[in-house]
């Protein structure tokens, strides 16, 4: 209950709440953006037909499918998110990919959570996701699938480390950027994961795709009336 | 959606394209190593390169595995060790001038054994040389030789060697070993693997 307060407050500071305090927006999302010339405005609507009643009757509940991410504050963080987590995950499996497997299963190994047949295709595999996902998200390709990636990553790491820390394992470095890149002492890293998971969650909720692969995708393959 | 999903590979294809570009390494010959850092013969079919930093606690905890494999595979390994002192260390180079000194004097390995098994003993001292020389007189070196060696151009010259090798190599921790071409990261990585590489590599 309280993690959903918490969460309501966040979003409450991302989002433009209406005079209800209710955080919908005038009227329901769209997914591109450009609703008001296109005739996705019209998909859009068939859901709220097949809404209940006292839903139709007492208007829109407040929940996530209904924020207002036209706003303008929304849609230039949502931009400077994509930007900060997509170079931030295509740096950190970059230099991960510069620097040998064996170097990132070694760091992986002090974390003392998987087993090593586990952990040496983790160490190939990883920096892989990691870079991909990074340069989708600065490019702003398949935003909602690779922002679930980001928090999905972020979650994977952020729980690495709390347990780590909560079995009293003495790790000296994470190993987030590889052995040649920065190293960062793990309550550095716990707050870039933590950055990067609310990063990732602004991004997936992210509708407008301002400036971005997606939106120009959107346009190209909307039918011109 | 076909032309979303080309897109898509468009861009996974130029990551990796470039990636790989980038990671091409080239392998670092051992022909300026000097003998007295080589253990076993020059004809053995196996040549098993350690990059190692004498005050790293890693590398000494390294050192029972490595003596067992040498052990195992007695006559059929060649071990070469390459200084690798890292920058974190402060007294991590001088040891390495050291051990480069008493090698000069022919007593490379027993002071290499030195430094590990003693390294909590001179790592944290205001003044490791104090150490460093009265290891050398407990060996029986020349002592003056082993400090003009040790302030020598040929040490440094020695070390910086193996340092571009580091680079060559994309070696970013100690202890790094190489089984002829096959990478091993750390002391736990070298007991899971080190027999299995060194019997892979005796089968080929």
Redesign the interface.
């Known amino acids: 209950m309280r993690i959903r307060e918490l969460f309501q407050v966040f979003i409450r500071l991302i989002v433009r709440p209406d005079k209800s305090g209710c955080l919908s927006g005038d009227k329901p999302e769209t997914i591109s953006g450009h609703e008001e010339d296109s005739p996705r405005e019209n998909e859009t609507d068939a859901p709220q037909r097949n809404q209940p009643e006292s839903v139709l009757e007492n208007g829109p509940a407040c929940s996530v499918s209904t924020l207002n991410t036209k706003s303008p504050f929304f849609k230039y963080s949502a931009v400077l998110c994509r930007v900060l987590a997509g170079g931030i995950l295509a740096a950190s499996g970059?230099l991960k990919?510069?620097?040998?497997p064996?170097?990132l299963?070694?760091a992986l190994?002090a974390y003392d959570l998987f087993p090593?047949f586990i952990v040496a295709p983790l160490s190939q595999f990883l920096p892989w996701v990691e870079?991909?996902t990074g340069?989708?998200l600065l490019?702003g390709?398949?935003l909602s699938v690779f922002a679930f990636s980001t928090i999905l990553m972020s979650l994977g790491f952020l729980s690495s480390l709390v347990l780590v820390k909560w079995r009293g394992i003495d790790l000296t470095e994470c190993g987030c950027f590889?052995?040649?890149g920065p190293h960062l002492e793990p309550w550095q890293a716990m707050v870039l994961d933590g950055c990067l998971l609310v990063m990732g969650v602004i991004i997936l909720f992210d509708r407008v795709h301002w400036l971005s692969?997606d939106h120009w995708?959107n346009h190209?393959?909307t039918p011109r009336v | 959606m076909i032309k979303r999903l080309i897109v898509g590979i468009i861009i996974a294809g130029a990551v990796i394209s470039i990636v790989s570009i980038c990671r091409q390494t080239r392998w670092f010959d051992l022909s300026h190593v000097p003998r007295f850092r080589q253990k076993g013969s020059l004809s053995s079919p196996v040549v098993l390169a350690e990059f190692s930093d004498f005050q790293c606690k890693s590398c000494a905890q390294a050192q029972g595995t490595l003596k067992d494999l040498l052990q195992q595979y007695k006559g059929k390994i060649r071990l070469v060790f390459r200084h690798y002192p890292l920058k974190t260390h402060k007294w991590a180079d001088l040891a390495a001038k050291a051990a480069e000194s008493a090698g000069v004097q022919g007593h490379f390995w027993e002071y290499h054994d030195l430094l590990f098994s003693l390294q909590s003993q001179w790592s944290h001292a205001d003044d490791p040389m104090l150490f460093f020389v009265k290891y050398a007189e407990d060996m029986h070196l020349d002592v003056a030789l082993f400090k003009d060696t040790m302030a020598s151009e040929q040490v440094q010259k020695w070390i910086d060697q193996d340092r571009r090798d580091v680079k060559i190599q994309n070696v970013n921790m100690t202890p790094t070993f190489f089984v002829n071409q096959r990478r091993i990261s750390g002391k736990n990585q070298l007991a899971a693997h080190g027999v299995r590489f060194v019997a892979l590599e005796l089968k080929e």
């Open positions: 970059f990919l510069m620097s040998p064996e170097e299963a070694y190994e090593y870079i991909l340069v989708y490019v390709y398949g590889g052995q040649a692969l995708l190209q393959e």
